[in-house]
C-alpha cells in the first residue's frame, strides 16, 4: 500500500510542478490528503501510522528537493499537511464516540486514546524523517516539525509543563519580558481550544494550566514575577477572545440541515461562551489563591477590575451568543442536555516543544497552516456528508 501512496504522491508533486502550481499551499493538498488515505486503511494498525508519516514526508521533501523546490515554507507544508492528514482522519472517530457519549463512553475512551497514541507515533515517523533527509533540509523540517506538534499540544498533554519552560526561557533572556509571555500564553490558550469544541470545562481547564504554569515558572525563578503575571493574564484574555471569535465564525458556517445532536452542540456552546467572562474572572482568582502574594495580589487586581470594566472578551462573548442564538432559531431548536467533552491525555518531551514556543512567540506568529488547515476540515467534512 506504501508502494502504490509514494506512486501516487510523487505523480502529485510532478503533475503540480509541470502546471506551475507547486505552491505551499499545494504541498499541503497532497501530503494532507495522501495521509487521510493511508490513515484511513490502516486505522486497525497504529504501528503503521509512523511508517506512513516517515514515508510520506521523507518522499514528499525529498522530490521537493530534486525540482529545487525545498524552501522552508513547502518543507513546512509538507509535514503540517501530514500531521492534520492523520489528525483529521484519526480525530473522526474521537468525535462519533463524543455523539454517542451515553451509550458509548468506553467506546470514546478508547478512541481518544488511539487518537494521542496515533498522533504519537506520526510525530515518531515525522522525527525520524528529518534524519532520513539532507542536511540541508534538517533545520527547516525541525521547525515545521515542533510547530505542527505545538498545534496538538493539549492532544499530547504537554501543555503546562511547555508553557512552563517557555516562560523560564522568557525569564532567563531578561528581554522584552512581557509581550513574549503574553503571546505565548495566546497562543497556548488559542492552539489548545481550537482542537475540540468550545466548552467551558476546557476553556476552564486549559486557561487554568496556561496560567499557573506561567506563574509558577516566575516563583521559583523569583524574578519578573509582576511582569509574568500580569502578561500571561491578558494573553489568556486574548487567546480566550480567539477562541470565542473562532467558535463564532463556525456556527456562522453551520448548515440548516444540521441534525439534532449538532443543535444540542449549539446550545450548550452558547451557553458555555455567554459565561467565558466570568470563567476568566474565576480562572484569575482560582490561581491567585494558589499563588506567592504578590502574584496573589496582581491576579486579584485583574478580577477585579474584569468584573467592573469588562472587556473585549465580553464583547466578542456577546457576538457570538448571538450568532449562536440566530442558527438555532433558524434550526428550529429548543434548549436541551449538555454533552461533555472529555481529553486524554499522554506525556512526551516538552523541552524542545518550549524552545521552539518560545520562539514563535518571539515573532508573535500564529501559524502560517491556520487558514489552510481550517478549510481543509471543511472540505474533508463536506467529502464525508456527499
Known sequence: ??????????????????????TAHKIYDITHQAALESTNELKSNIEHIKETSREIISQATKVLEEKGEASSEKVSAAVHGVIDGIKV?????????????VLAKKKLSQEEANLAESLTEAFLGAKQAVGDCSATMKEDLDKALHDAKLNSIDLLGLTKQTVKEATSLVIATGKNVENIVENTAREAVSKAMKEASFSADRARRISETVLSAAV??????????????SSAAEGIRKGLADSVEFTQH?????????EEYIQEDIEQTKVDIENVSELFVGVLRKVADKSDQLAKNILHDAADDAQKIGCVLQEKAQSASQVAAKKLTELGHEAVKKTEVVAQKISEETKELAERMFAVAKGATTGMWAGAKAAFYKQNDKKGDE
Open 89 to 101: 482522519s484519526e480525530a473522526k472517530f474521537v468525535d462519533k464516540a463524543q455523539k454517542d457519549l
Open 250 to 258: 463556525e456556527l456562522t458556517n453551520i448548515e440548516a440541515s444540521a
Open 216 to 229: 509558577e515558572s516566575a516563583q521559583e525563578s523569583n524574578k519578573y514575577i509582576k511582569e509574568v503575571t
Open 1 to 22: 500500500m506504501l508502494a502504490d501512496m509514494k506512486k501516487k504522491l510523487i505523480n502529485a508533486i510532478e503533475q503540480a510542478k509541470e502546471q506551475g502550481e507547486l
